[in-house]
């Protein structure tokens, strides 16, 4: 650990509740340089949705490299993309009738957020955009601009600007209709909000505290994007590639964004890709105009060809992933009404859909002591929320029942402890 603390530098952080030096994985696990295996609830905080070293998407790495394919090549054209490019859209975009682009912006996905923010800004030729109160999109001044988190953005050192925050759903717990605030302020010209670009938004807010947007709200803000010439982005970069059990997040609300960013689990292996996608009509880029060094790895085209080839292709990850969220969901409801039962007024609440899945308390030490217990038990897990009040669970879609039970088995017993050291003392 000396050499950790001595060279790297201080921001360092999930390290810091895991203080192991990890060495090997596969599937589910993750081994340290011990030995001692942990069950990955953490999932490369959701670029892992098919696990560790799934061994099909390896042979496919393997075979490429030993191959001599080619690794690094701007946005020239090569046959690793083109396929790639070929099997989404045969898989996932025509199935869906999504007539989107494809542009690679960059390794991560918060160079997805920024083409968006950029794209839109340059189609409209107006600079506002409606980000929502808990909104996490990146840590890059343009999406930490619609970033909600106070630690966060207090890291920029210059002034955040050009976007506006609105309530999520459920964030006024329904004490006013949906989007009054937003349609008032769009109405009053007194406002002091410019007409906007665009309106981007997550459906499941991950790093935000698991907050689940309803399908009707998400319709109704597509609705209102129509209506008043915003354009509409979903960044699908944590809850995209199955994580809610259909491909895109949004698909169960019957939307079609403008503009969606999709990285992490795309590239199917852990390696770095992100998409930026949009309607055809928007593609107003000129050549170069936005660009960088790594625009699409090669292998990670490779990668994510065979994850979707293995995955998509027949329609059965969607179906399984539902299954395997309905367990977690009983599981995590029973857990909540033992809880409940054991300590009245803990304000314990279960949020989520597909495999995330978040255990809220008002007292948010209790979701750090559950997170540091499991760990100490063989559990990864880690805290969201606004004051890292909830235990989020972000398993691999791959995971097996048999795993599913033994990892809630595990934050069962952490959080039985963890409640139970808040009950008051008896009487004598």
Same mark, same amino acid.
């Given at each position: 650990?000396? !050499?950790?603390?001595?060279?790297?530098?201080?921001?360092?952080?999930?390290?810091?509740?895991?203080?192991?030096?990890?060495?090997?994985?596969?599937?589910?696990?993750?081994?340290?340089?011990?030995?001692?295996?942990?069950? &990955?609830?953490?999932?490369?905080?959701?670029?892992?949705?098919?696990?560790?070293?799934?061994? !099909?998407?390896?042979?496919?790495?393997?075979?490429?490299?030993?191959?001599?394919?080619?690794?690094?090549?701007?946005?020239?054209?090569?046959?690793?993309?083109?396929? $790639?490019?070929? =099997?989404?859209?045969?898989?996932?975009?025509?199935? =869906?009738?999504?007539?989107?682009?494809?542009?690679?912006?960059?390794?991560?996905?918060?160079?997805?957020?920024?083409?968006?923010?950029?794209?839109?800004?340059?189609?409209?030729?107006?600079?506002? !955009?409606?980000?929502?109160?808990?909104?996490?999109?990146?840590?890059?001044?343009?999406?930490?601009?619609?970033?909600?988190?106070?630690?966060?953005?207090?890291?920029?050192?210059?002034?955040? &600007?050009?976007?506006?925050?609105?309530?999520?759903?459920?964030?006024?717990?329904?004490?006013?209709?949906?989007?009054?605030?937003?349609?008032?302020?769009?109405?009053?010209?007194?406002?002091?909000? &410019?007409?906007?670009?665009?309106?981007?938004?997550?459906?499941?807010?991950?790093?935000?505290?698991?907050?689940?947007?309803?399908?009707?709200?998400?319709?109704?803000?597509?609705?209102?994007?129509? =209506?008043?010439?915003?354009?509409?982005?979903?960044?699908?970069?944590?809850?995209?590639?199955?994580?809610?059990?259909?491909?895109?997040?949004?698909?169960?609300?019957?939307?079609?964004?403008?503009?969606?960013?999709?990285?992490?689990?795309?590239?199917?292996?852990?390696?770095?890709?992100?998409?930026?996608?949009?309607?055809?009509?928007?593609?107003?880029?000129?050549?170069?105009?936005?660009?960088?060094?790594?625009?699409?790895?090669?292998?990670?085209?490779?990668?994510?060809?065979?994850?979707? &080839?293995? $995955?998509?292709?027949?329609?059965?990850?969607?179906?399984?992933?539902?299954?395997?969220?309905?367990?977690?969901?009983?599981?995590?409801?029973?857990?909540?009404?033992?809880?409940?039962?054991?300590?009245?007024?803990?304000?314990?609440?279960? =949020?989520?859909?597909?495999?995330?899945?978040?255990?809220?308390?008002?007292?948010?030490?209790?979701?750090?002591?559950?997170?540091?217990?499991?760990?100490?038990?063989?559990?990864?897990?880690?805290?969201?929320?606004?004051?890292?009040?909830? !235990?989020?669970?972000?398993?691999?879609?791959?995971?097996?029942?048999?795993?599913?039970?033994?990892?809630?088995?595990?934050?069962?017993?952490?959080?039985?402890?963890?409640?139970?050291?808040?009950?008051?003392?008896?009487?004598?």
């Amino acid at each position: 650990m000396n !050499v950790f603390e001595a060279l790297e530098s201080e921001v360092r952080s999930y390290c810091r509740g895991w203080p192991a030096v990890f060495d090997r994985a596969q599937g589910s696990w993750i081994h340290d340089e011990d030995g001692r295996a942990y069950l &990955d609830f953490f999932a490369g905080a959701g670029t892992l949705n098919y696990g560790h070293n799934h061994p !099909v998407l390896k042979e496919a790495l393997l075979h490429y490299l030993q191959r001599d394919g080619i690794t690094h090549s701007l946005d020239m054209f090569s046959a690793a993309k083109r396929s $790639f490019l070929e =099997r989404f859209h045969e898989v996932v975009l025509h199935p =869906r009738g999504l007539d989107y682009k494809v542009q690679f912006p960059g390794p991560a996905g918060t160079n997805a957020v920024e083409a968006a923010l950029k794209l839109a800004r340059k189609v409209t030729g107006r600079e506002t !955009v409606i980000s929502f109160t808990n909104a996490f999109h990146g840590m890059t001044l343009g999406a930490l601009a619609v970033t909600g988190n106070s630690m966060k953005r207090s890291g920029a050192g210059v002034p955040l &600007d050009h976007h506006v925050a609105m309530p999520f759903d459920g964030f006024l717990d329904g004490r006013t209709p949906d989007f009054l605030w937003l349609e008032s302020v769009l109405d009053d010209s007194g406002s002091g909000i &410019d007409v906007p670009a665009a309106v981007i938004v997550e459906t499941v807010q991950g790093e935000g505290g698991v907050n689940v947007a309803s399908a009707e709200w998400l319709r109704g803000l597509s609705e209102l994007c129509k =209506r008043r010439g915003m354009l509409l982005i979903v960044d699908d970069v944590q809850m995209g590639c199955g994580r809610t059990g259909a491909f895109f997040s949004f698909e169960e609300a019957g939307i079609v964004p403008d503009i969606v960013t999709l990285s992490k689990s795309i590239g199917g292996y852990g390696l770095p890709l992100a998409l930026t996608l949009f309607r055809p009509e928007l593609d107003v880029w000129e050549p170069g105009e936005h660009n960088g060094t790594f625009r699409g790895p090669n292998p990670s085209f490779v990668t994510a060809t065979a994850a979707l &080839d293995h $995955f998509w292709a027949d329609g059965t990850m969607e179906k399984q992933t539902l299954a395997k969220g309905r367990l977690v969901h009983d599981r995590l409801t029973s857990l909540q009404e033992e809880l409940d039962a054991a300590r009245p007024g803990l304000g314990i609440d279960v =949020r989520g859909r597909g495999l995330v899945w978040g255990l809220a308390f008002d007292d948010e030490e209790i979701a750090d002591e559950i997170c540091s217990a499991a760990f100490d038990n063989g559990l990864l897990l880690e805290t969201s929320g606004p004051r890292s009040e909830v !235990v989020k669970l972000l398993p691999p879609l791959t995971v097996s029942a048999e795993e599913l039970h033994r990892g809630l088995d595990i934050l069962a017993d952490a959080a039985r402890s963890a409640v139970d050291r808040r009950r008051e003392p008896v009487a004598a």
